[in-house]
C-alpha cells in the first residue's frame, strides 16, 4: 500500500494569523523587513505551504503513488505515476481508445454519415438484413445517390467546372478571399458589386491585406494599382477606406531593403485625389491617418506629407534616408493640396509624428525635415506650407541638418522631440517670408550636433535639454525664449571646438534671448581664459534675459559681453559702452565644510552665539541672545558684482517639538572700522521667511538675492547676508547645524 510522511505545520492552529490579518499584513504583501518577522505571519505562510503539500500527498497515495520527501527524483516520478493512474481509470471505462477496441454498444448516427478508411464487418456487406447490405455503397454517396469523389470539391483542394455563387459569406456580402493583389488581378470569376479581401500585398501575411468593391464604371480616377487595380473582363477592383490608411495597401515593403519612397507618395497622392469625399466623411474630425506599420521604411526620394489631407502616424517606424540627391530633404511637410495659405480646413489640425527619420551620416549632404516652403509666396505649384502643424514623438539624426523651416511657417507645436547627431540641428531657409511667429518645442532634447542652432526665427522651448553639442545658440539673429531648461557642454574646458560661448551672435545683428529656469552646467571646470557666456557682440539692439536659471561649474571668465540692455534676477540696467559685466564666480571661496579644520573670515555670528566646524556641518549654539534670534553672518564685498545671492541648507536639532520658531534671512550693507568693527550703513529690508512654521530636526533650504544698482560701491563696499533663528535658545538642549553655504556673484 501507498503511504507517505508529508504533514501538516502548525496543525493546531496555535499562534497563527487570522484570514483577514494574513490579507492585510504588509510584509506578506512586500515581503519581511530584514531583522523584523513575524511568528504568527510566517506560522500562516508555513501552515499554508504544508496543508497544499499534504494534501497533494494524499491524493497521490490514494492513486497507488508513494509521496516521501527523501528523494526528490523519486518524488517528481510518484507524482507523474499519480496523475497518470488517475486519468487512466477515469477514462478506461468510459471511451474507446483511437488504438481501436471493442464497443459494448451501437453507434447510432441518426442521419449522419461515418465516414472511415477500412471498412470491416457490415461495412464490407455482410450485413444481417436487406437494409444493412446496402450500407458500403451508402458510405460514397450523399443523400440523394451521388458519388461524392465526382461531385465536391474536397477541402484540399481541386479543380472547379463552374461558377461559384457565395451568398451569405463574410456578412452577408459577396466575399472571395485571395492570397495577394496578384491572384486577384489573374482571377476571372469576379462580378460588379462583389466585394473582395486579399491576405497580403504581395504575399498572405505581409501586412498590406485590403478590402476591394469591384466595379466596371471609374469615371475620372486615375488607375494607380493601388487604389485602383486593374482586372480581367474590364473590371476594377477599388480600395475600401474607413478612418485610415495603411501604406502597405500600396505597395509599401517597410523591410528596410525595399525603395518605399514611391508607395507612400502615391498613397499621399491618392487622398489629394479622393479629398473632398474624404473630407465629407471626416466632417470636422481629425484628418485621414496615414500609418507606416512597424519597420523600417527605406527612401531613396523625398516623400511629402499633405497636411491639408492626413495626418502620419509613423508606428515608431525607422525612416531610412539612403539615396537621396545632393541637399534635398528626407521628409517635407507642407499645404500641398489646400487653395490659398491656410489648410482648406483650418480647424482640423495635422498632427505628424511617432518615427525616427535617420541619414547615414551628419557629413553626407542629404536633410531632414522640411517644413513649409521653399519659394515664397505660396501656390498650387509650391504649396501653402504648414502651420499650426503638431508634431510629436520625432526624432532626427545622422543627416546634414535636422529641421528646416521654409516660407509661410508658423505656429507649430512640437513635443517630445530629439535633434541629435546632425551637423546643424535647427535652420531655417534663407530670408523665410511669413514664417516663425511662437514655433513651440516642448520636451525635447538637442544633443551632439556640430551646430545646434542656426535659426532666426522666433522659437519657445519649455523643458527641453541641450547636451553636449559643440555650437550652441549662435544664429546671424536670435530670437528663443528658454523657459526650466537644461544645458550641459564644454563650454569652456580648453578643448578643441569646445570653446564657444552659449549664445553668440554676429556683431551688429539682433539678439533677444531670454532664459527663466533651468540649469547652465558646465561638465569640466578647466578655465579657458577671456571668453563670455553670453557674447553677442556691440550693437545696442541686443537684449538678454537670465531669471532664476542655475549655473553649476561654469568656468566663463564672464556672463555677459557686449552692448545693450540686459536683465538678470529681474533687475534692469543700460550700457553706453562694451563691457565685460559681473565675473561669475564662488564669493565666499566654500559651497560646503566638509574636509575645512578653520573657520573661513567672511563668516562670523553674534556675541551670544558659538560657531564650530563639526565634521561636515557647521554647528551654532547660543544663550540668550538680543531680541531672541540667533545669528550668523557671511560678510563679503561688493567688488564688481550687480548681483549676490546666499544659498544655504540648515537644521534647528532639539529634543523638543518645535511650532512658532522658524528661520529668516536680511541684508546689510556697510564696512569695517580700522579696528576691524562692523559698521552698518544700511538696512535693504529683506526679511525673508522660508517657512513660517518649523519643524525640529529637519533640513530647510533657502535662497535669497541681492541687486547692486551702483559700481562701485563706495560708502558701503561690505554686503553682509545674515541667516537667523527666531527663539532657538528657548528650545530643549538646542543648536542649529549649517550643511551648506553658498554665496555667488555674477
Known amino acids: 500500500m501507498a503511504s507517505t510522511n508529508f504533514l501538516v505545520f502548525d496543525e493546531g492552529k496555535q499562534n497563527m494569523m487570522s484570514d483577514g490579518d494574513y490579507s492585510a499584513n504588509t510584509q506578506r504583501a512586500r515581503g519581511v523587513t530584514p531583522g523584523i518577522a513575524y511568528p504568527n505571519l510566517h506560522n500562516k505562510l508555513y501552515y499554508q505551504v504544508s496543508v497544499m503539500a499534504k494534501a497533494i500527498a494524499d491524493f497521490m497515495v490514494v492513486q497507488g503513488a508513494n509521496a516521501s520527501d527523501e528523494d526528490v527524483e523519486q518524488l517528481t516520478a510518484d507524482i507523474s505515476t499519480a496523475f497518470t493512474n488517475f486519468v487512466d481509470n477515469k477514462t478506461k471505462d468510459v471511451y474507446l481508445p483511437l488504438s481501436g477496441g471493442t464497443m459494448k454498444g451501437n453507434i447510432n448516427a441518426n442521419g449522419y454519415n461515418i465516414t472511415a478508411t477500412k471498412f470491416i464487418g457490415n ?246 525635415l522640411l517644413m513649409g516652403t521653399k519659394e515664397y509666396p505660396g501656390n498650387s505649384e509650391v504649396g501653402w506650407g504648414a502651420p499650426r502643424v503638431r508634431m510629436e514623438r520625432i526624432m532626427v539624426q545622422n543627416v546634414y541638418t535636422g529641421i528646416t523651416w521654409g516660407n509661410n511657417q508658423y505656429l507649430d ?18 530670408s523665410p517670408q511669413n514664417t516663425g511667429e511662437n514655433i513651440n518645442f516642448h520636451s525635447s532634447v538637442f544633443f551632439a550636433n556640430d551646430k545646434m542652432y542656426n535659426t532666426s526665427l522666433t522659437m519657445l522651448f519649455n523643458n527641453c535639454s541641450f547636451d553636449y553639442n559643440t555650437q550652441w545658440f549662435n544664429p546671424p539673429t536670435l530670437r528663443a525664449w528658454l523657459t526650466d531648461c537644461y544645458i550641459e557642454g564644454w563650454f569652456f574646458n580648453g578643448e578643441e571646438y569646445s570653446k564657444n560661448p552659449f549664445v553668440t551672435t554676429s556683431s551688429g545683428n539682433w539678439c533677444r534671448f531670454k532664459m527663466v529656469g533651468g540649469t547652465v552646467n558646465a561638465v569640466n571646470t578647466v578655465h579657458s581664459g577671456d571668453v563670455a557666456l553670453f557674447d553677442v557682440g556691440t550693437t545696442a539692439h541686443q537684449g538678454i534675459v537670465i531669471s532664476d536659471v542655475f549655473l553649476e561649474k561654469l568656468a566663463s571668465t564672464y556672463l555677459i559681453n557686449g552692448t545693450g540692455v540686459y536683465r538678470v534676477n529681474l533687475n534692469d540696467y543700460n550700457d553706453t559702452a562694451p563691457d565685460k559685466i559681473a565675473s561669475v564666480c564662488n564669493v565666499l571661496g566654500l559651497n560646503t565644510f566638509e574636509g575645512l579644520t578653520a573657520l573661513p573670515k567672511e563668516i562670523s555670528c553674534g556675541s551670544s552665539e558659538t560657531l564650530q566646524i563639526t565634521g561636515n556641518v557647521l554647528k551654532v549654539t547660543t544663550q540668550s541672545p538680543p531680541y531672541g534670534w540667533t545669528r550668523v553672518y557671511a560678510t563679503v564685498k561688493w567688488g564688481n558684482h550687480r548681483h549676490l545671492k546666499l544659498f544655504f541648507k540648515v537644521r534647528m536639532v532639539t529634543t523638543s517639538t518645535i511650532t512658532t520658531q522658524s528661520v529668516q534671512m536680511s541684508v546689510y550693507e556697510g564696512y569695517y572700522d580700522k579696528n576691524g568693527e562692523w559698521v552698518q550703513l544700511k538696512n535693504r529690508g529683506l526679511n525673508i521667511k522660508p517657512t513660517d512654521a518649523y519643524v525640529a530636526n529637519q533640513w530647510l533650504t533657502g535662497t535669497l538675492s541681492i541687486y547692486n544698482n551702483q559700481i562701485p560701491k563706495v560708502n558701503a563696499p561690505y554686503v553682509r547676508l545674515e541667516i537667523k533663528f527666531q527663539d532657538m535658545y528657548t528650545l530643549a538642549s538646542p543648536y542649529a547645524e549649517i550643511s551648506e553655504l553658498q554665496v555667488s556673484g555674477y
Open 413 to 430: 507645436s512640437w513635443y517630445n522631440i530629439s535633434v541629435n547627431h546632425c551637423h546643424v540641428g535647427l535652420d531655417n531657409l534663407s
Open 123 to 368: 461495412l464490407q456487406g455482410k450485413a444481417d438484413s436487406a437494409a444493412n447490405a446496402e450500407v458500403a455503397t451508402k458510405a460514397t454517396q450523399d443523400s440523394k445517390g451521388r458519388q461524392i469523389d465526382t461531385t465536391y470539391l474536397k477541402l484540399s483542394g481541386g479543380t472547379l467546372t463552374g461558377d461559384i455563387t457565395a451568398n451569405n459569406v463574410y456578412a452577408n456580402n459577396n466575399v472571395l478571399v485571395f492570397n495577394n493583389v496578384a491572384d486577384m488581378k489573374a482571377s476571372n470569376k469576379v462580378k460588379t458589386g462583389y466585394t473582395l479581401k486579399t491576405l497580403g500585398f504581395y504575399t498572405a501575411g505581409d501586412g498590406g491585406g485590403a478590402d476591394y468593391v469591384i466595379t466596371n464604371d471609374i469615371g475620372e480616377d486615375e488607375v494607380d494599382e493601388a487604389s485602383l487595380i486593374t482586372l480581367k473582363n474590364g473590371l476594377y477592383a477599388k480600395l475600401l477606406i474607413k478612418d485610415f490608411i495603411n501604406i502597405k495597401w500600396f505597395g509599401a515593403y517597410v523591410d528596410g531593403e525595399h525603395d518605399d519612397s514611391t508607395a507612400f507618395n502615391n498613397c499621399v497622392a491618392y487622398l489629394q485625389r479622393t479629398k473632398k469625399e474624404i473630407e465629407q466623411i471626416q466632417a470636422l474630425a481629425v484628418k485621414t491617418k496615414v500609418v507606416i506599420p512597424h519597420g523600417v521604411m527605406k527612401i531613396s526620394d523625398t516623400i511629402k506629407i499633405d497636411i491639408n489631407v492626413m495626418s502620419l502616424d509613423g508606428g515608431g517606424s525607422v525612416i531610412l534616408a539612403d539615396g537621396l540627391e545632393d541637399n534635398s530633404y528626407a521628409v517635407w511637410v507642407n499645404n500641398w493640396s489646400g487653395t490659398d495659405g491656410y489648410a482648406q480646413y483650418t480647424d482640423i489640425i495635422s498632427q505628424v509624428g511617432n518615427f525616427i527619420l535617420t541619414g547615414t551620416s551628419r557629413f553626407d549632404p542629404i536633410n531632414g
